[in-house]
């Protein structure tokens, strides 16, 4: 009997450490709630015929994701135990530089994303103010869009 209390207690602890872990990490939807609203930029559905003059207009107005200046992001693997790990800066720079590139997409629907990755991007004051989700296929989500 006294074998089993142990077990039990031993189990026990493990069950609370698993539901604390599990329960600390935001969900995707309360970081998408975050970052819209930490900015403001509202999103204008392009035309396809329009694109072009849309890209120009951005690069004039210096619209580019994030809307806001990054001080650093996360890269989480979207798994059981979501690992996380702080983007170095050339790496962050790299891929600010691809995630604005609108020549570094093949445009088109896949079908419904198993989100695998998500890379939160944050400010100088710690405000989330981006997140992007990557599934194995490739397909990128970024929000806020521009």
Not at 27 to 44: D, P, Q, R
Not at 66 to 80: G, I, Q, R, S
Request: aromatic share 16%.
């Amino acid at each position: 009997m006294k074998l089993f209390k142990i077990i039990f207690a031993i189990f026990l602890v493990f069950f609370l450490l698993f539901v604390v872990f599990t329960s600390m990490r935001p969900s995707l939807e309360a970081i998408e709630k975050e970052v819209y609203t930490n900015t403001t930029y509202s999103v204008e559905t392009p035309w396809p015929k329009a694109y072009d003059s849309l890209c120009k207009i951005e690069d004039e107005k210096g619209i580019y994701f994030p809307t806001k200046k990054v001080e650093y992001a996360h890269l989480t693997k979207n798994n059981f135990w979501k690992t996380t790990e702080r983007l170095k800066t050339d790496e962050l720079k790299t891929l600010l530089t691809i995630l604005n590139d609108s020549a570094s997409y093949d445009w088109g629907e896949l079908g419904t994303p198993e989100i695998h990755y998500y890379i939160t991007f944050y400010d100088q004051n710690d405000n989330c103010i981006a997140l992007t989700t990557i599934d194995l296929e490739g397909m990128a989500y970024s929000h806020p869009m521009i």
